[in-house]
């Protein structure tokens, strides 16, 4: 087992953007220093509140100079919003930069509001990933790559440069709904799987659509990983630990609130039902 810390960078109406990101920096040292194996960094847009973080690579790149050990995974770069060439490109980056520190996680969103300010359709959201994952992959693997898809149609190109890792840094897929940790399954992808978008029941079902679609297919179930996202605090009893971590979880389920309503939804639908 292996342990990481999550950040998602939401920042209050009286901090300051560029000390909170000093701070996640500054955290981020001696979590290297303690052994944690991994920080995961987020992307998020258009809700300050919430997060303040659209551009995970950058912060992975700065922390990777004040670090010796802990790796850096993306969780994860929204690929419906980017182009799939250019994601291969600032992860190859990244990777060099970070001196081959780098775990790339991927998903396809969730968040009302993102797809609204980039103009992209939920219900196109799973062919766009399916699609910009393909183009990523033979971006970073082969001398030359075109393609010619339902959402991207280039001609021959050469993705320069390449990732450090070989043949690229670890990929990881956000696994959050049954279809995607079947299809992360069998392809052969480790998966990241998010408590807060699944109540346990949820949770223990996409991981065991995901084994069971990994032996399916013939792949080697013990060779492929699970990162689960929990919430966690220390404390010697159960009543410390809800009276010094109530108030920050409600308060951050009150800015999810907050972020569906100014997403013009009723209620949040941080889902993948769609």
């Not at 993306?74 to 520190?101: C, K, M, Q, S, W």
């Not at 070989?166 to 696994?175: G, T």
């Not at 940790?181 to 052969?188: D, I, M, S, V």
Request: net charge negative; charged share 20%.
């Amino acid at each position: 087992m292996r342990f990481g810390l999550f950040y998602q960078l939401p920042c209050a109406p009286d901090q300051s953007e560029p000390i909170r990101y000093n701070e996640t920096i500054e955290q981020l040292v001696p979590a290297d220093q303690l052994g944690f194996d991994i920080g995961w960094l987020a992307e998020l847009h258009f809700f300050r509140p919430f997060s303040i973080m659209p551009a995970p690579l950058y912060v992975a790149v700065a922390a990777a100079q004040r670090t010796r050990q802990i790796r850096f995974g993306t969780g994860v770069i929204l690929v419906p919003f980017h182009h799939p060439l250019r994601i291969a490109e600032e992860t190859a980056v990244a990777d060099i930069l970070t001196g081959g520190r780098l775990d790339v996680g991927i998903g396809r969103g969730t968040i009302a509001l993102h797809f609204q300010g980039f103009g992209v359709s939920r219900e196109e959201s799973r062919a766009r990933f399916e699609e910009g994952l393909e183009v990523i992959v033979k971006a970073w693997t082969s001398d030359h790559v075109e393609h010619k898809g339902r959402y991207f149609d280039f001609p021959e190109t050469t993705l320069a440069p390449k990732p450090l890792q070989k043949p690229h840094p670890p990929l990881r897929i956000a696994a959050n709904s049954p279809e995607t940790a079947e299809f992360a399954g069998l392809h052969n992808y480790d998966v990241m799987v998010a408590s807060p978008i699944n109540p346990m029941p949820g949770f223990f079902e996409h991981v065991r659509k995901y084994r069971d679609a990994l032996g399916r297919a013939g792949h080697v179930q013990d060779a492929r990983d699970v990162a689960a996202l929990f919430f966690v605090s220390p404390g010697d009893s159960v009543e410390q630990v809800r009276a010094q971590f109530e108030p920050s979880m409600m308060h951050y389920f009150r800015t999810i609130g907050e972020q569906a309503r100014v997403g013009g939804r009723g209620q949040y639908e941080g889902s993948y039902q769609y």
